[in-house]
């Protein structure tokens, strides 16, 4: 199904992905669908409305759920009216009043956004969409904020900006790469050969990416201990993965969840 903007691709009868094919950025939105309520993970640029698009492919009240809230992919959150969020430190530090305030270092675009938030989900919670639980877990690394979403019974892993088949990026601020090696390791551990759904770009992601990114943050982070200067901006190349580093990125210790 294609619309002007949209491409959309149906993986299986309950889950489509909604693609910005043309936005440079090329978001991957994914629409999960459950026998009560349908999870909407990330919005899009906003340059196009995504919910009258989300609406011809249920008719079943929508949780809208970000990967993080980088521009481009929260874009048409003021669509939705029922926005759940990870119930972490880092996003409940831009509630201002009863609203979500992203900060400019998190949303990285002068235009503001504010939203509601209906839900907190704590860490870990499996949110069942009726007869479909998906997990959440938190992946920092590309920022504080990023999350990813387990879908065991559709062998599915959502995974946002951490991995997608592209260069990834690790120079944002609240970027580290200590964080991404321990997202990508403990997701690692726990794959059981899903398909594994990036944030961005319409080609698949293959399954040795994974273990391959692992790979790549530890030789990273290797290399950058027995460098005596580390540049602002840096291309680590490491078998397939790509990764574009900042300094501060390699700097920034690990935080916890
Ligand atoms: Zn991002």
Redesign the pocket.
Known sequence: MSHDWYQIEQIDPRTYTIHEADYREKTNQYLLIGKERALLFDSGSGKRGIRSIVRELTDLPVTLFG??V?Y??IGNHHEFDHIAMADLPINHMQMSEDQFVPRWSMR?TPKRHRFRISEWWPIGETIDLGDRPVEWVHLPG??ED?VGLIDRRHGLLLV??LLYQGPL?AF?PTASVSDYLKSAASLSKRYDGERILG?HFPEPVQPDQLSSLVEACEKALDDSRKKRWIPPLSKFQYQETTLYISRSAYLRSSCST
């Open positions: 990967s993080h980088h481009d992919h990285l590309h920022s990023s946002g900006d990026i944002w944030g």
